[in-house]
């Protein structure tokens, strides 16, 4: 098949590479990476301009685009391509807001008793620091919309929940995503990735994930995008994912056929496992980044024939079959980030690092010569996998050892708790 992929990250890597071991596809991502570039051709449209990718998937007559970031899913691309007949992997703009707005989220999730934490959602500065005194803290903070991953503040003291609502609904930090604030009940317990195949009906789910979001080792510093992931997490058992089947994730894609915008794509339920059961925490439409990396080199059925199923409501007579391995994905993080960082070092070890069994996922790099610098915070994951977790974290740094750049940082305790 002709496949587009759209993007430029670590887990749009993820996903070519993932379709490039099927040896059979001809490859195009927009707007790609450098590492991207060795597997596929590399189109110049952002990932947000809708109406050119729209118009280039048509002209180039594309057998599958998969749409894979939240902004060009919240602003419709797969509805653009389909007006235009071309088959698109991914919620339509209006399945979307499961992600795109958390007021809808939290508002679908208490009208259909899904669980989740006790919440109110507020437009008005004011009435959001006069229900700050009414349930005091410790409290969650969060912009209503799109803030990649980081308009969500955990506020253990009063002056930090005053400042949270200042920097998201007047200091506008994330733009229009802090018109809305929500204010939530504080809830703890180890947090668990599950995403699942969906085709509006059948739900698929692939092996459970935990990423470590803080910069530092043991959860310190503040949130990013995510420092590297893991797969599956010993935390949700058996009994717990079937529990979270039935009590979260198939009435959540219930409830959406029931507000009239079937759910179809991958469906991420980020969750809380309480001690009074599991309960989300967040809903995103798509792969999560950095838990793709570490899920799919797990996966034993064609990637591509999956993503055609949940398109076209086949996904319960298709195979979706993951090994029994475990595997971790460690990012090499530009020093200053998720603050200002320098781009443009060298980066060395590249070879090395493939060369000791890893796969190498491009996030932020840029080709320079016959090598690669840094041109983003989250520069490139190292992807090892292994018998059992312990193994498959030893040789994630084994490998992550041959990396190097100016300021390269790494957590060193990534899957360790």
Not at 26 to 53: K, R, S
Not at 241 to 269: D, H, R, S, W
Request: charged share 20%.
């Amino acid at each position: 098949m002709k496949i587009l992929v759209i993007g430029g990250g670590g887990r749009e890597h993820a996903v070519v590479s993932s379709l490039h071991n099927e040896g059979k596809h001809e490859l195009y991502c927009a707007p790609g990476n450098a590492g991207i570039a060795q597997l596929a051709t590399c189109v110049p449209i952002g990932a947000t301009d809708i109406e050119a990718l729209a118009e280039y998937a048509a002209d180039q007559a594309f057998d599958l685009v998969v749409v894979t970031p939240d902004d060009p899913l919240a602003l419709g691309l797969v509805d653009r391509l389909w007006e235009k007949g071309i088959r698109a992997f991914g919620p339509t703009a209006a399945a979307a807001r499961i992600e795109a707005s958390k007021a809808f989220s939290k508002n679908l999730m208490r009208k259909y008793g899904i669980p989740t934490a006790a919440f109110e959602v507020f437009d008005d500065q004011e009435k959001a620091l006069a229900y700050l005194d009414e349930v005091g803290v410790p409290v969650v903070i969060k912009a209503d919309g799109l803030a990649l991953g980081k308009g969500v503040y955990i506020c253990q003291t009063k002056e930090e929940a005053v400042q949270a609502i200042d920097e998201i609904m007047v200091q506008r930090k994330f733009g229009e995503s802090g018109a809305r604030v929500l204010i939530e009940e504080f809830l703890t317990g180890p947090e668990v990735s599950l995403l699942c195949f969906c085709d509006g009906e059948t739900v698929k789910p692939m092996p459970a994930a935990q990423d470590h979001k803080r910069v530092y080792d043991y959860d310190k510093g503040p949130n990013t995008g995510g420092m590297g992931a893991f797969a599956p997490t010993p935390t949700l058992t058996p009994a717990l994912k079937e529990n979270v089947m039935e009590t979260i994730v198939q009435p959540t894609v219930e409830a959406m056929k029931q507000e009239g915008c079937v759910f179809k794509g991958v469906l991420y339920c980020g969750l809380m496992l309480t001690e009074q059961g599991p309960k989300v925490l967040e809903y995103n439409a798509r792969f999560g980044d950095p838990e793709t990396q570490a899920i799919l080199p797990l996966l034993t059925s064609p990637l591509s024939e999956i993503m055609l199923a949940t398109i076209d409501g086949t996904l319960l007579q298709t195979p979706v079959t993951f090994s029994d391995e475990a595997c971790v994905c460690i990012v090499a993080a530009s020093g200053g980030y998720p603050g200002s960082y320098q781009k443009g070092y060298p980066i060395a070890g590249l070879e090395a690092c493939k060369n000791s069994g890893a796969q190498v996922i491009h996030a932020g790099t840029a080709k320079q010569g016959d090598g690669f610098v840094t041109a983003g915070g989250r520069v490139l994951g190292v992807v090892r996998k292994g018998t059992d977790l312990p193994s498959a974290i030893s040789a994630a740094y084994e490998s992550l050892a041959f990396v190097s750049f100016e300021g390269m940082h790494a957590r060193k305790d990534i899957g360790v708790k």
